[in-house]
Nanobody, 121 residues
Framework: QVQLVESGGGLVQTGGSLRLSCAASGGTFAMGWFRQAPGKEREFVLA????????YVADSVKGRFTASRDNAKNTVYLQMNSLKPEDTAVYYC?????????????????WGQGTQVTVSS
């Protein structure tokens, strides 16, 4: 059974930075980050493969958000810089079904519980 645990969310001012972590049990996987703002559908953020290469990035975060991973710790990270109020959402990590994943939620089979990110204006 795979378990994903996110951490690192919080309140930050516009222009600030946060780093989210997602610890996975059960192995090393391609991973994705998604977010969901109140009243909106879940939105893809970016995907990273097992080798640490980012395979897809949403246009809305390109140039501001990056992903990395530490496979020794089975942990992936989402570094978020130049945060904007529209980045406010619950952020989820998800385990990919295959070695390379993209933006569709159907490509992921396990999800974390989410961590709240709030960006104040």
């Amino acid at each position: 059974q795979v378990q994903l645990v996110e951490s690192g969310g919080g309140l930050v001012q516009t222009g600030g930075s946060l780093r989210l972590s997602c610890a996975a049990s059960g192995g090393t996987f391609a991973m994705g980050w998604f977010r969901q703002a109140p009243g909106k559908e879940r939105e893809f953020v970016l995907a990273i493969n097992k080798r640490g290469i980012t395979t897809y990035v949403a246009d809305s975060v390109k140039g501001r958000f990056t992903a990395s991973r530490d496979n020794a710790k089975n942990t992936v990270y989402l570094q978020m810089n130049s945060l904007k109020p529209e980045d406010t959402a619950v952020y989820y990590c998800a385990k990919g079904r295959t070695a390379v994943t993209g933006p569709s939620p159907h490509e992921y089979d396990y999800w974390g519980q989410g961590t709240q990110v709030t960006v104040s204006s």
